[in-house]
């Protein structure tokens, strides 16, 4: 069983920024960061192959966060810049079962089993 540690998070106005960090109790190829805003499905922001480095964001991210792994810590953490609103939300860390190889789907909720549990982040006007 992995087990997942998020921090970072809080409160941050419109156009700046904040950082979350992720870390993982156990090694894993593919994680992500998906948020939730309660009535709406989860939504995966961005994901990251721990071993070939590759990158994966959403439309709605793309150019303003960024995922990276500190090998270090065995984190993985996202900047989030330029922030706005819509990015209010509950964010999660999440991981995939090592023995299920790489996801072909790298911000699908469904591909991963392990997730922590959530910190909150808020942008205001």
């Known amino acids: 069983q992995v087990q997942l540690t998020e921090s970072g998070g809080g409160s941050a106005q419109a156009g700046g920024s904040l950082r979350l960090s992720c870390i993982s109790s156990?090694?894993?190829?593919?994680v992500a960061w998906f948020r939730q805003v309660p009535g709406k499905q989860r939504e995966g922001v961005a994901g990251?192959?721990?071993?070939?480095?590759?990158?994966y964001y959403s439309n709605s991210v793309k150019g303003r966060f960024t995922i990276s792994r500190d090998s270090a810590k065995n984190a993985i953490d996202l900047q989030m810049n330029d922030l706005r609103p819509e990015d209010t939300a509950v964010y999660y860390c999440?991981?995939?079962?090592?023995?299920?190889?790489?996801?072909?789907?790298?911000?699908?909720?469904?591909?991963?089993?392990?997730w922590g549990r959530g910190t909150q982040v808020t942008v205001t006007s």
């Open positions: 999440a991981a995939r079962r090592r023995t299920r190889g790489t996801t072909m789907h790298p911000l699908d909720a469904y591909e991963y089993n392990y």
């Open positions: 156990d090694y894993t190829y593919n």
């Open positions: 990251i192959h721990t071993v070939n480095g590759n990158t």
